[in-house]
């Protein structure tokens, strides 16, 4: 059989009537939502426990100001806002707990209109992209948010005779949302070996294309740093420099998928090389 055929073969498995398709699709989107909603009641049945784990950076940053972390004090100014505070909390918690659930309904959706080896190289990147997300919300958690209330914090001023005392007492809603700002950010600036690596396999984008536009891609990094971060110069360049890092990463997996992809084609190209030249060694069968 040649390769035509089998591309045939696995077309017409592939192909479905389109309402099995949006059946398959609602099937899909049900198991979804349903994820989503069990995340968000358990974050929402724990949201008090997760924003105090998320207070513990804040903690770090006292201690680095030489202040006590046991006195450490947020606000809220409306009665309703630390409610809503924790539906947004347990909604993030929720979409984070839930997005493997979701990525894998969204492959199982899209794999049968996929080739074989397609499918085999889309899936170490739905493994690998919340594998990066985790490691940029690592580091925001365990880095950049401390450095960031440190810097915060450094600016309070101490009451005296000639001065009025300044203290930092941040808003719960306010602090949530400059955690998650910044994890969604790191995370998502830690996708870009994924996403490159993807468009180099489909052939939109090659190493050397990437290599070319390196000047463009570190003045890109820092003004993306700038819009999607605090307006601090500590965040910023926190930002910043991991992404031109990762893009220095993006660029040499794009160079071993280009190297993979040139193997495979000079293995095909004596495999047929070979099969051929059996062809013409095989004698014609004798005529009766």
Same mark, same amino acid.
């Given at each position: 059989?040649?390769?035509?055929?089998?591309?045939?073969?696995?077309?017409?498995?592939?192909?479905?009537?389109?309402?099995?398709?949006?059946?398959?699709?609602?099937?899909?989107?049900?198991?979804?939502?349903?994820?989503?909603?069990?995340?968000?009641?358990?974050?929402?049945?724990?949201?008090?426990?997760?924003?105090?784990?998320?207070?513990?950076?804040?903690?770090?940053?006292?201690?680095?100001?030489?202040?006590?972390?046991?006195?450490?004090?947020?606000?809220?100014?409306?009665?309703?806002?630390?409610?809503?505070?924790?539906?947004?909390?347990?909604?993030?918690?929720?979409?984070?707990?839930?997005?493997?659930?979701?990525?894998?309904?969204?492959?199982?959706?899209?794999?049968?209109?996929?080739?074989?080896?397609?499918?085999?190289?889309?899936?170490?990147?739905?493994?690998?992209?919340?594998?990066?997300?985790?490691?940029?919300?690592?580091?925001?958690?365990?880095?950049?948010?401390?450095?960031?209330?440190?810097?915060?914090?450094?600016?309070?001023?101490?009451?005296?005779?000639?001065?009025?005392?300044?203290?930092?007492?941040?808003?719960?809603?306010?602090?949530?949302?400059?955690?998650?700002?910044?994890?969604?950010?790191?995370?998502?600036?830690?996708?870009?070996?994924?996403?490159?690596?993807?468009?180099?396999?489909?052939?939109?984008?090659?190493?050397?294309?990437?290599?070319?536009?390196?000047?463009?891609?570190?003045?890109? $990094?820092?003004?993306?740093?700038?819009?999607?971060?605090?307006?601090?110069?500590?965040?910023?360049?926190?930002? $910043?420099?991991?992404?031109?890092?990762?893009?220095?990463?993006?660029?040499?997996?794009?160079?071993?998928?280009?190297?993979?992809?040139?193997?495979?084609?000079?293995?095909?190209?004596?495999?047929?090389?070979?099969?051929?030249?059996?062809?013409?060694?095989?004698?014609?069968?004798?005529?009766?």
């Amino acid at each position: 059989m040649s390769v035509s055929d089998k591309e045939k073969e696995e077309i017409e498995k592939s192909s479905a009537p389109l309402i099995e398709h949006l059946i398959e699709l609602r099937r899909r989107l049900i198991w979804s939502l349903g994820g989503f909603f069990v995340a968000f009641l358990v974050c929402f049945f724990f949201a008090k426990r997760l924003f105090n784990l998320l207070v513990v950076p804040f903690k770090w940053a006292t201690q680095w100001a030489g202040l006590d972390p046991h006195k450490v004090e947020l606000i809220y100014t409306a009665p309703q806002e630390f409610f809503f505070t924790q539906v947004k909390l347990a909604m993030f918690g929720g979409m984070v707990i839930a997005f493997p659930l979701i990525a894998t309904q969204i492959y199982k959706f899209i794999a049968p209109g996929l080739y074989k080896n397609e499918r085999s190289a889309f899936l170490p990147f739905l493994i690998a992209s919340p594998i990066l997300f985790l490691m940029g919300a690592s580091l925001v958690y365990f880095f950049f948010t401390p450095m960031v209330m440190w810097f915060f914090l450094a600016m309070q001023q101490v009451g005296t005779n000639d001065q009025v005392q300044i203290s930092l007492l941040p808003k719960v809603s306010e602090y949530l949302s400059l955690i998650m700002t910044l994890i969604f950010s790191f995370g998502l600036v830690f996708q870009l070996p994924v996403v490159t690596s993807l468009l180099t396999r489909v052939g939109l984008l090659s190493s050397q294309t990437l290599a070319e536009k390196r000047k463009w891609a570190i003045v890109i $990094a820092f003004v993306v740093a700038a819009v999607l971060t605090p307006p601090d110069p500590m965040s910023q360049i926190g930002l $910043a420099i991991p992404t031109i890092l990762l893009y220095e990463v993006a660029i040499f997996s794009s160079r071993l998928i280009e190297r993979s992809r040139e193997r495979d084609r000079l293995a095909r190209e004596r495999q047929e090389e070979a099969g051929g030249t059996v062809a013409e060694k095989t004698p014609d069968a004798p005529s009766t």
